[in-house]
């Protein structure tokens, strides 16, 4: 499972996060949780949970940061940040791409002589960008919100063997909110977080070029609302009370469903320590 800031972002449809397409500049910090921790994460975590946390630095002034790097195959890509704050107020802004055209030489072992043939049709092209903003508040008070939004396109090159050009082509979107509010007291920790995912996914194929035409044109659209509340009440040195409650609404739409589909699941916890 992947999460962005504490909520799971795997697909609805298939249940799993395209790790090539995450730019790690778009984060202050990604760590991994190995094992199977169900219990911290729920469900679909068999294989381990990627946590992708932005956080605030609490410095004053105005920090920039740009960086770009070229490799082989013709692959470029390029990261741009700003921070911008003080003790009570920071935010950043972040710009990530790449162009990868993955025109690599292989040796076909599938065709007759295994040739050495070039990889062609295999062009990759991201762009994303995330903001956050972090408050500090009288009182213990903090908010805090991001916005993440994403697109790329990725040509799907023919396979090993075949003689015949591929012309499939996958096209992904993302944006991605939240929003959090967190109040810590004497004795007591509060919170309230929702968020609001939407994706999307169109895949095409056609048989030549020119063809306006397409012989397959696949749509794939998906949502989630995701809320949850919090509470800690430290009444002395050796108790410990937790309370909290969450809803989760998902919606597909896939032309290969006949309606769409949702579902929506809420929990209520307590514990004692």
């Given at each position: 499972?992947?999460?962005?800031?504490?909520?799971?972002?795997?697909?609805?449809?298939?249940?799993?996060?395209?790790?090539?397409?995450?730019?790690?500049?778009?984060?202050?910090?990604?760590?991994?949780?190995?094992?199977?921790?169900?219990?911290?994460?729920?469900?679909?975590?068999?294989?381990?949970?990627?946590?992708?946390?932005?956080?605030?630095?609490?410095?004053?002034?105005?920090?920039?940061?740009?960086?770009?790097?070229?490799?082989?195959?013709?692959?470029?890509?390029?990261?741009?940040?700003?921070?911008?704050?003080?003790?009570?107020?920071?935010?950043?802004?972040?710009?990530?791409?790449?162009?990868?055209l993955n025109d690599f030489l292989f040796y076909d072992d599938m065709k007759s002589g295994r040739p050495l043939v070039k990889n062609s049709h295999n062009r990759y092209i991201l762009a994303g960008t995330s903001h956050s903003l972090f408050l500090r508040l009288r009182n213990g008070h903090?908010?805090?919100?991001?916005?993440?939004?994403?697109?790329?396109?990725?040509?799907?090159?023919?396979?090993?063997?075949?003689?015949?050009?591929?012309?499939?082509?996958?096209?992904?979107?993302?944006?991605?909110?939240?929003?959090?509010?967190?109040?810590?007291?004497?004795?007591?920790?509060?919170?309230?977080?929702?968020?609001?995912?939407?994706?999307?996914?169109?895949?095409?194929?056609?048989?030549?070029?020119?063809?306006?035409?397409?012989?397959?044109?696949?749509?794939?659209?998906?949502?989630?609302?995701?809320?949850?509340?919090?509470?800690?009440?430290?009444?002395?040195?050796?108790?410990?009370?937790?309370?909290?409650?969450?809803?989760?609404?998902?919606?597909?739409?896939?032309?290969?469903?006949?309606?769409?589909?949702?579902?929506?699941?809420?929990?209520?916890?307590?514990?004692?320590?």
């Open positions: 499972q992947v999460q962005w800031n504490g909520f799971p972002m795997n697909s609805l449809t298939t249940g799993m996060t395209d790790l090539s397409s995450i730019r790690s500049g778009l984060f202050e910090r990604m760590s991994m949780v190995a094992g199977a921790p169900g219990s911290l994460y729920g469900s679909g975590t068999a294989g381990g949970t990627l946590n992708l946390v932005n956080e605030p630095q609490w410095k004053d002034g105005l920090r920039t940061a740009i960086s770009l790097s070229r490799g082989s195959f013709h692959s470029l890509s390029g990261d741009a940040e700003i921070k911008a704050g003080n003790g009570r107020i920071q935010y950043t802004g972040r710009l990530s791409g790449e162009d990868d903090q908010i805090q919100a991001g916005i993440w939004a994403q697109k790329s396109s990725r040509e799907i090159p023919s396979i090993m063997g075949s003689y015949t050009p591929s012309f499939q082509q996958q096209q992904d979107s993302s944006l991605r909110m939240y929003i959090a509010w967190k109040k810590q007291g004497i004795k007591t920790v509060t919170g309230i977080r929702t968020a609001w995912f939407t994706e999307g996914m169109r895949f095409t194929d056609k048989t030549g070029p020119d063809r306006t035409g397409y012989t397959i044109d696949s749509h794939i659209r998906s949502g989630s609302s995701m809320t949850d509340a919090y509470m800690q009440w430290f009444p002395g040195k050796h108790w410990n009370f937790d309370f909290g409650s969450s809803f989760i609404l998902d919606q597909a739409t896939v032309d290969a469903y006949n309606q769409p589909v949702s579902e929506a699941r809420g929990t209520l916890s307590a514990g004692i320590k």
